[in-house]
């Protein structure tokens, strides 16, 4: 091989490599994405069913935050993280809301 292939060669290589790492970035600037549209999404569909005020709201939005960011560490703790979502969403909440919470607490994680 000469000079000019290998030259060919270094720049093809580079170009590669900066193309798979773009995606790379964009790969996981899309799963963040996701990650927050849908802890908004769960955020909001607890506030409208058992009536968050907003600073429960706010809680409920960090509860997940963690368990989200446990989850993707982790996935083999997924039902251990979820129960202890679910328990930090039970202290915040008041008598009523805890027995809603307690019925659609399984529909509320499926849905999203």
Known sequence: MNAQQKIKLVILTLILS??????????????KQTIDQTIS???VELQHKIL???EQAGKVT???KIY???VSADASKKLELRN???????LILDKKQKAKFDILKNDWWKSN
């Open 84 to 90: 202890k979502a679910n328990s930090d969403v039970l």
């Open 18 to 31: 900066i193309s798979f790492s773009a995606n790379v970035f964009t790969q996981i600037k899309t799963d």
């Open 52 to 54: 968050l005020t907003d």
């Open 41 to 43: 999404s769960m955020t």
């Open 68 to 70: 989200f960011s446990k």
């Open 62 to 64: 960090e509860i997940l």
